[in-house]
Nanobody, 127 residues
Framework: QLQLVESGGGLVQPGGSLRLSCTAS????????IGWFRQAPGKEREGVSS????????EYADAVKGRFTISRDSAKTTVYLQMNSLKPEDTGVYYC????????????????????WGQGTQVTVSS
């Protein structure tokens, strides 16, 4: 059973950087599409970035293009979200999620395509 754990959130000033990690419990993530999502208070959960199973394709929401980078480690047990030039509007709880094994989501940034979720990590961008 795949389980995901996020880490790396925190408080950062505008313009700063954070790297979030999404770690699988003893399994390789190479067979699952992985997405990063965020939810701000009073707002719906939105897709931020995704990486396909096998890691051959990545996608980004327009709001984070050029600032965020998704990647996975060589052991394929962790997916990272490097967040640079952070803005106050990036504040929220960040979740990683896995779509079904070897599945190709039609909309890789839609939460409904994903079935296994981590517990989330808080990111606050404020001066």
């Amino acid at each position: 059973q795949l389980q995901l754990v996020e880490s790396g959130g925190g408080l950062v000033q505008p313009g700063g950087s954070l790297r979030l990690s999404c770690t699988a419990s003893g399994l390789s993530l190479d067979y699952w599409p992985i997405g990063w999502f965020r939810q701000a208070p009073g707002k719906e959960r939105e897709g931020v970035s995704s990486i396909s199973s096998g890691g051959w394709s990545t996608e980004y929401a327009d709001a984070v293009k050029g600032r965020f980078t998704i990647s996975r480690d060589s052991a394929k047990t962790t997916v990272y979200l490097q967040m640079n030039s952070l803005k106050p509007e990036d504040t929220g709880v960040y979740y990683c999620a896995a779509a079904p094994r070897n599945f190709v989501p039609r909309n890789v940034l839609h939460p409904n395509e994903y079935e296994i979720w981590g517990q989330g990590t808080q990111v606050t961008v404020s001066s």
